[in-house]
């Protein structure tokens, strides 16, 4: 989730953990609690670009990180404020940090919660990394809890912006799991024949969905908005494996991009140049009247050996603003 959301979330954790001994400070250290995990992004321009996606989201991302720096920070802040007991430090940190991972598997990037036990990437999908609702749920809360002085009614804001935004988390899973049984259905309706199908939100909303269905050579793509009053029209793109020389799919590169993309991905040729597509980020131009492409690219370079092939990750910021006015219109039914 969006840098906003993990520190709010952090604060509220504080709050919960030493609210009552530490005031508006249990507010400040946990939201920069709920923040640190994402401070491996200033360690990412250390690493190749490719590699640099992996690091992202990396061991900071972990139940393991969590608990070894939890107890880390509490001993350091407990030596310069000892308002709060030990434990209360420790849980305040521990929450604040664990709760960032926890909330990250809900979006679509990946997180590796159970590094270094299991490298697998926990993608649920049913948020979008930035969620406008689930945000506002807690900056509401917590400016009433920054506005009172009585603990009780500040304990009360806060439990009131955790119930609320947990209970909006589920609706997302239903939602999700309501759209990608509409979706199914579409296809068994319109004879598709698929391998895997699921679902998830479009950009900045729960009302939008699109779907993505695993078939035998490639990848049928629709969408449906709560407002839809004609059926999902499915698009297919082909996976093209044979684009790519066969020694180059075992390339280190081109075998990290599979890993991270859970094997959804295809290969696409535009102005003579190759590029490997995350399909699971969907595409730009359903939203655009311009000719546009996967949002998640990568363009491939190569010299007709493994050593000599380069990728560099695709922009396709010229076309995100013109997106958002597409976006409105398909949210508002086809």
């Known amino acids: 989730m969006d840098s906003v959301s993990q520190f709010v979330l952090g604060a509220a954790c504080g709050q919960a953990a030493a609210g009552k001994q530490l005031g508006n400070k249990a507010l400040l ?3 920069i609690g709920g923040t640190i995990p994402d401070l491996d992004v200033f360690v990412a321009p250390f690493f190749d670009n490719v590699t640099a996606l ?21 001993s350091i802040l407990y030596r310069f404020n000892k308002k709060a007991t030990w434990w209360q430090w420790f849980w305040l940190f521990f929450l604040a940090l664990i709760t960032h991972p926890v909330l990250d598997c809900f979006t679509g990037y990946g997180t590796p919660l159970f590094l270094p036990f299991s490298d697998y990437r926990i993608d649920i999908n049913s948020i979008f990394i930035i969620d406008p609702v689930y945000t506002l749920i807690f900056i509401v809360c917590l400016m009433m809890v920054l ?3 009585d603990h009780s009614v500040r304990t009360r804001w806060n439990n009131r912006g955790l119930f609320l935004s947990t209970a909006y988390l589920l ?22 024949s ?3 199908s699921w679902s998830a939100p479009t950009a900045l909303n729960q009302i939008l969905y699109y779907n993505i269905t695993v078939a035998k050579d490639g990848y049928y793509y629709g969408y449906h908005s709560w407002f839809d009053a004609k059926p999902t029209q ?5 996976k093209n494996d044979s684009l790519l020389p066969a ?9 990290k991009l599979k890993y991270f993309s859970k094997g959804l991905y295809c290969f696409e040729v535009k102005n003579k140049e190759l ?15 311009e000719p546009s492409d996967w949002i998640f690219k990568w363009k491939i370079e190569f010299d007709g050996s493994t050593e000599g092939l380069h990728l560099e990750k695709g922009d396709w910021s010229t076309s995100r603003f013109k997106a958002l006015g597409g976006l409105w219109r398909r949210i508002k039914g086809n």
Not at 247 to 255: F, N, Q, S, T, Y
């Open 54 to 74: 992996l690091v992202h989201r990396g061991y900071t991302h972990s139940m393991f990180f969590s608990f070894v720096v939890g107890p880390i920070l509490a």
């Open 194 to 196: 698929y391998i895997d």
């Open 147 to 149: 506005r009172s002085k």
């Open 234 to 238: 499915f698009t297919f793109y082909p």
């Open 275 to 289: 590029f490997f597509c995350d399909v699971r980020f969907g595409r730009i131009d359903v939203f655009t009247e």
């Open 29 to 31: 250290w946990g939201g």
């Open 247 to 255: 020694r180059l799919h075992k390339a280190r590169d081109i075998r």
């Open 171 to 192: 609706f997302t899973l239903v939602n999700q799991s309501i759209h990608t049984s509409y979706f199914r259905e579409e296809l068994d309706k319109q004879h598709i």
